[in-house]
């Protein structure tokens, strides 16, 4: 999807295009509104899938300026701060991954991106937004990959299918 909206243009008259998964729940928009309205340098929303299990550090980063996979269950960004063929072509089967390497020069390493707080996952091999948050007692997480039921933890993929 992000492959066409790139080769046709069809996010240039946006500010902001923020997608999300139909099982992921915005819980808590306070930190999503603030920055959009209020953080003229934000260029992104992200949620990083590993930082979290990698201790608290916002910055984390798997190597000197490379971050390792950012979420596509969720994430906002500036369609204007992206290089026109960003999506054009997919780096990887593995959407994150993919996602990540298409955004790493026009917003990641620039820095306008801002990582949202609690909403990462806790457990490495868990990509899921907020996994694990609710369950540790940590006030719950602002965005939330729902599922009424238990994941497995050798299960790593979202197991609806939509």
């Given at each position: 999807a992000l492959t066409d909206?790139?080769?046709?243009?069809?996010?240039?008259?946006?500010?902001?295009?923020?997608r999300l998964n139909p099982d992921v729940i915005v819980?808590?928009?306070?930190?999503?509104?603030?920055t959009i309205y209020g953080d003229a340098n934000a260029t992104a929303l992200l949620i990083d899938c590993y930082h979290g299990a990698h201790g608290t550090n916002a910055d984390y980063k798997h190597a000197e300026n490379e971050y390792y996979a950012m979420h596509t269950d969720f994430f906002a960004?500036?369609?204007?701060?992206?290089?026109?063929?960003?999506?054009?072509?997919?780096?990887t089967n593995i959407a994150e991954y993919s996602f990540t390497a298409a955004i790493q020069d026009s917003i990641l390493q620039v820095g306008g991106h801002r990582l949202i707080p609690g909403a990462e996952p806790l457990h490495a091999g868990k990509c899921k937004v907020g996994f694990g948050r609710d369950l540790a007692g940590l006030g719950g997480t602002p965005i939330t990959h729902?599922?009424?039921q238990r994941i497995p933890d050798d299960v790593t993929s979202c197991p609806i299918p939509f």
């Open positions: 909206a790139a080769k046709n243009r069809w996010f240039d008259n946006y500010d902001w295009v923020i819980r808590n928009d306070t930190f999503l509104v603030d960004l500036k369609p204007s701060a992206l290089s026109h063929d960003a999506f054009r072509i997919p780096r729902y599922h009424p």
